[in-house]
């Protein structure tokens, strides 16, 4: 089975910019769940999408969006970029939401703001 | 606050040694326990889940959880060089997906 795919894997973007990020999750699986990894804030949840909907959120700003589309796969968006925001953003994809369930992430998309 | 906790290290051991690495976590309504293995420059890769109280055996790897003490472990037998990488502990509940992250352990295994 193929692992979850995430592009584009590096981008550089410039103050006040918007970016818009993307992920596969691996074949039947219905959740996605994006992070934001820096290293002095270590893996920060963002939000997970199943079934189109997002069901949970962390401490992010309303700046970073996302969606997910019928066949699973999600988008991300952050607007308003600033220099704080450059980090590595993975996405992890779940069978299901809930219950005991393993997650497994993609590559990850280097975002280097300037 | 759901708080992941971990010895940032670093940790070395010599190669074939038992490498211990620890997490404790606030939240007592988690369910899921898991460990992460990532190496430098590289995303996060699972190596071990644990759900029940007790020791979880894969290989060199063995995963201990203790939900009395919000204490998860994760011991790396014979360990290799290339065992050498950040091991992050993470934790859920039930409901939803989300995972909270320990800030990882670095671990060096010298040859």
């Given at each position: 089975?193929a692992?979850?795919?995430?592009?584009?894997r590096y981008?550089?973007?410039?103050?006040?910019?918007?970016?818009?990020?993307?992920?596969s999750?691996i074949?039947?699986h219905r959740?996605?769940?994006?992070y934001q990894?820096?290293?002095?804030q270590?893996l920060?949840?963002l939000?997970?999408?199943f079934s189109e909907?997002?069901?949970n959120?962390?401490n992010?700003?309303?700046?970073f969006s996302?969606?997910?589309?019928s066949?699973s796969?999600?988008?991300?968006?952050?607007?308003t970029l600033?220099?704080?925001?450059?980090?590595?953003?993975l996405?992890?994809?779940?069978?299901?939401?809930?219950g005991?369930?393993?997650?497994y992430?993609?590559?990850g998309?280097?975002?280097?703001?300037? | 606050?759901k708080?992941?906790?971990?010895?940032?290290?670093?940790l070395?051991?010599p190669?074939?040694?038992?490498?211990?690495l620890?997490?404790?976590?606030?939240?007592?309504g988690s369910?899921?326990?898991f460990w992460?293995?990532?190496?430098?420059g590289?995303?996060p890769?699972?190596i071990m889940?644990i759900y029940s109280?007790?020791d979880?055996?894969?290989?060199?790897?063995t995963?201990?959880?203790n939900?009395a003490s919000q204490?998860v472990s994760?011991?790396?037998?014979d360990?290799?060089?290339s065992?050498?990488?950040t091991?992050?502990?993470?934790?859920?509940?039930?409901?939803?997906?989300q995972f909270?992250?320990?800030t990882?352990?670095s671990?060096?295994?010298?040859?």
């Open positions: 089975k692992g979850v795919t995430q592009t584009p981008l550089i973007k410039t103050r006040g910019q918007q970016v818009t990020l993307s992920c999750p074949s039947g959740s996605v769940s994006w990894q820096t290293p002095g270590g920060q949840f939000f997970e999408y909907t997002q069901r959120k962390g992010f700003p309303g700046r996302g969606r997910q589309f066949n796969r999600s988008e991300m968006n952050v607007s600033e220099l704080g925001d450059s980090a590595l953003y996405c992890a994809s779940s069978p299901r939401t809930g005991f369930n393993e997650q992430f993609g590559p998309t280097r975002l280097t703001v300037t | 606050q708080e992941v906790e971990q010895n940032s290290g670093p070395s051991v190669e074939g040694a038992i490498a211990s620890n997490c404790t976590y606030s939240d007592r369910q899921s326990f992460y293995r990532q190496y430098s590289k995303s890769e699972l889940s109280n007790g979880k055996e894969d290989g060199r790897f995963a201990q959880l939900k204490y994760l011991l790396i037998r360990s290799q060089p065992d050498s990488a091991y992050l502990c993470a934790v859920k509940t039930n409901t939803g997906n909270y992250f320990g990882g352990t671990l060096t295994v010298i040859p």
